[in-house]
């Protein structure tokens, strides 16, 4: 959708969205952090602590974020799409954090597909 949409396609955007995807990692890995500590499982979110965790994840996520919205030449929200369904997204954490970061996508998807919608005239 990205590209067909004609936005920048540079190593620079594969950044942005790699971090974006390596924060809800890590956000989906702080759910799992009492079987990890029971396996003997090392893992970043564990290590950090859920409070440190989604410190870490929104530090990454701002900078993701701002990334992609200047990327976008300011033509698209997509990055400030990411950021607020992420920040609206932090008062539910104590829910399984695996079902929040995909709801989160959706939500994203979906106020994506009406700025697009709205640009392109179809919807009034």
């Not at 594969?14 to 390596?22: D, H, N």
């Not at 996520?61 to 919205?69: D, E, H, N």
């Not at 607020?84 to 829910?95: E, H, L």
Request: hydrophobic letters at 55%.
């Amino acid at each position: 959708a990205w590209v067909l949409n004609g936005m920048s396609n540079s190593v620079v955007v594969v950044v942005w969205f790699t971090m974006l995807s390596s924060a809800d990692a890590l956000v989906c890995d702080s759910a799992d952090c009492e079987y990890d500590a029971a396996s003997g499982c090392q893992t970043l979110a564990m290590k950090l602590g859920e409070q440190w965790t989604w410190i870490c994840a929104t530090a990454v996520y701002t900078v993701a974020s701002l990334g992609i919205y200047v990327a976008t030449s300011h033509s698209s929200f997509l990055g400030v799409f990411f950021y607020i369904v992420f920040v609206a997204s932090i008062p539910f954490r104590k829910i399984d954090s695996r079902y929040v970061v995909d709801f989160r996508l959706v939500l994203v998807l979906l106020l994506a597909w009406g700025e697009w919608m709205l640009w392109s005239g179809q919807l009034q």
